[in-house]
C-alpha cells in the first residue's frame, strides 16, 4: 500500500474500526467505488442509502455492482442534503467523496453549501463509535469546499467527536485529503 493512496488509507481505517455495519450512507455515488468498497467489507448484511444527483451516476453504479448486493443499496436521486428525508436508522458508516463525477461533465460537483448541510445533518445521525469519511478533490473549486468543511470539522465538540486529517505534505497542493470523523458518544449538540 502506498502511503499517499488515500482511498487505501481510508478503507484501511473504516475496517480496523468498524467490523459490523448494518447501516451506511453513500453521500456521493459516483461510479459507486465506495459502496463496492462497502459492500466488500460487509457483505450482505449491510443497507447503503447511495446519494447522487445525476442520473447517469445511479445508472453507472448500478452497472458497477454485482446484481446480487441491488437489494441491498437504496439508489437514490437527490441531493445529500437531503439525507434526513430519506434515512432514519443511525449509519454506523458515511462516506463522502467530493468533487464532480469522472468522466463527465465538470460543471456539475459537490457544493460547499449543499454538501456542509449533509454533514451537519450526518454527524447528527451517525451512530455512537459510527466513522464519516470525507475525501476531498481540492482542485475542482480552488479548495473552497474543502476549506469550508474543514472548518466545520474544526469546531466539532472534541468531547463528541474525533477527528483526522491526512494531508500528503509532499505532495502537489491539489493532491487529494481525507478527513475521518468518529463519533465518541450521543449528545444534542454537534459542535
Known amino acids: 500500500m502506498r502511503l499517499n493512496n488515500l482511498i487505501d488509507i481510508q478503507n484501511l481505517i473504516?475496517?480496523?474500526?468498524?467490523?459490523?455495519?448494518?447501516?451506511?450512507?453513500?453521500?456521493?455515488?459516483?461510479?459507486g467505488k465506495d459502496t463496492i468498497n462497502m459492500l466488500e467489507m460487509f457483505g450482505s448484511e449491510v443497507?447503503?442509502?447511495?446519494?447522487?444527483?445525476?442520473?447517469?451516476?445511479?445508472?453507472?453504479?448500478?452497472?458497477?455492482i454485482k446484481p446480487e448486493y441491488h437489494?441491498?443499496?437504496?439508489?437514490?436521486?437527490d441531493s445529500h442534503?437531503?439525507?434526513?428525508?430519506?434515512?432514519?436508522e443511525k449509519p454506523e458508516l458515511i462516506t463522502f467523496n467530493l468533487g464532480y463525477l469522472p468522466k463527465s461533465d465538470h460543471v456539475i460537483k459537490t457544493q460547499s453549501y449543499t454538501t456542509l448541510r449533509a454533514l451537519d445533518k450526518a454527524v447528527n445521525m451517525l451512530k455512537p463509535g459510527g466513522l464519516?469519511?470525507?475525501?476531498?478533490?481540492v482542485g475542482h473549486d480552488n479548495a473552497r469546499e474543502y476549506n469550508n468543511l474543514s472548518e466545520f470539522v474544526r469546531i466539532l465538540n472534541p468531547s463528541t467527536f474525533k477527528a483526522i486529517h491526512i494531508n500528503p505534505v509532499n505532495q502537489d497542493q491539489n493532491a487529494p485529503k481525507l478527513v475521518i470523523i468518529q463519533k465518541l458518544e450521543e449528545k444534542n449538540e454537534t459542535k
Open 47 to 64: 443497507k447503503i442509502y447511495a446519494f447522487d444527483i445525476q442520473q447517469q451516476a445511479i445508472d453507472s453504479a448500478k452497472s458497477a
Open 14 to 31: 473504516i475496517k480496523t474500526y468498524l467490523s459490523d455495519v448494518k447501516v451506511a450512507i453513500d453521500a456521493t455515488l459516483g461510479n
Open 132 to 137: 464519516i469519511t470525507i475525501m476531498f478533490y
Open 81 to 88: 442534503e437531503y439525507i434526513d428525508n430519506y434515512v432514519t
Open 71 to 77: 437489494k441491498n443499496v437504496v439508489f437514490i436521486n
